[in-house]
Structure formats: structure tokens, C-alpha cells
């Protein structure tokens, strides 16, 4: 059992090379957590070629729920040989996350919390709740599995307190599923550099 984690910004190659790293697996589940919105013409672009890449035998599942694929060996799939997993990725998954939470106001002030009657508690506790579910799954999974995510805030400061919300979420969850995973890979300009390999 090996668990991967390959880290880039993007464009940097890091799909391309979760997808290599799992290429002689005889049976493999691509874990999809973007939602396609459909009136986004652009991004059902990019799927389309994702999809066009993947060799005809590996299984899309269409899925934000990691925390079950990763401790449901084989049920899925009622096969004799166990897929690999690959989720790409955990950047666009904290995304649809804040999105499903309802993380889109701003606290009155973040640093000191206010009542928990106030509407923006709830929704970070519930965030929070999901993260820790995923990475008690990945911690605990019995499966193979390769993690895509985004390495972001290395540039400036976002603007808006989602975009730095977003940025330090991403950044926790990378910090946690990096200390459970043997291996960890940074993708930059197409070029995969080992950070750690404890296989
Ligand atoms: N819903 C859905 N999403 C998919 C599918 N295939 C790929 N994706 C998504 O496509 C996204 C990655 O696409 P890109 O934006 O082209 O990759 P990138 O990370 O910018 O580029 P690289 O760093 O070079 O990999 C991921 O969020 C995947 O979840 C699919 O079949 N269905």
C-alpha cells in the first residue's frame, strides 16, 4: 500500500504526472471532485481532454466524497484485482467544500469569534468537519492512492478574505495528507521533484 501526493501550480505538469505514476495499474479509479458547470464552456473543455487522455479502462467516478472511496476497498467496483485510486484534486475539492458549506461571507472578525448563533460559524465547523474526515481517511486507507493537489500562495496576498481563506485551508489540508502519504512530489514547469519518499 503506497499513498502518493503530487503537488504543483497550474500548468505544471502534476496531473499528468499522478496519471504516469498509476499508468501500468491494471485497474484504476480517477476520482473527479470538480462539478461541471456546464455554462462554463472552458472548463468542459479541459475535462473533455482529461477525459480523452485516460485510457479506456480506467473508471471515472464523479464523486467530492473521498473520505468513502478511500475506505470502501473493492465495493465500488465488485472487482477481483483493487483499482488504484487517483483524486485530482484536493484544490478544486476545498473549493466545492467552501462552496457546499456556505463559506462565502465575510466574519466580522475572524481572530475572535462571535456568538455561535452567528451564521458564519456553522459553516466553517462544517468545513472543518469534512477535512477532518478526509484526512482521518487517508490516514486510515487500506487502498492505493495517488492525491493531486495545488501548491498555492506563493504569490501575492489575495485580495479577498475567501481568496486567503481558500489559500490557508489548502495549504493545511496539503501540510496533513503530506505527513500521511509515503511520497510527495512537486511539479514545477513540467519537471516532477521528489520532496520525500518514505516507500
Ligand atoms: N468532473 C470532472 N472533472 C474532471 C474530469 N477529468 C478531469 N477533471 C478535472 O480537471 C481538473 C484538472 O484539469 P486542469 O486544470 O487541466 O489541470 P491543471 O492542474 O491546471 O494542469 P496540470 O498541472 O498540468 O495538471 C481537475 O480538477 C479534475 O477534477 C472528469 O472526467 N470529470
Known sequence: MMRTLVLGGARSGKSTHAEQLVMGAAAVDYVATSAVNPDDA???ERIALHQARRPGHWRTLETADIASVL??????????????????CLGVWITRMMDECGIWEEPNSPAEPTS?????EAPRARLQ????EVV????????????????VGQGVVPAHWSGRFFRDQL???NTRVAAACERVVFCTAGIPMTLKDAS
Open 42 to 44: 472552458e472548463w468542459v
Open 71 to 88: 475506505r470502501t476497498p473493492s465495493a465500488l467496483s465488485g472487482e477481483a484485482v483493487e483499482p488504484v485510486v487517483l483524486v485530482d
Open 171 to 173: 495549504g493545511i489540508l
Open 129 to 132: 468537519r469534512r477535512i477532518d
Open 136 to 151: 482521518a481517511a487517508v490516514e486510515q486507507t487500506r487502498r492505493e492512492v495517488v492525491f493531486v493537489s495545488n501548491e
Open 116 to 120: 455561535p448563533a452567528e451564521p458564519v
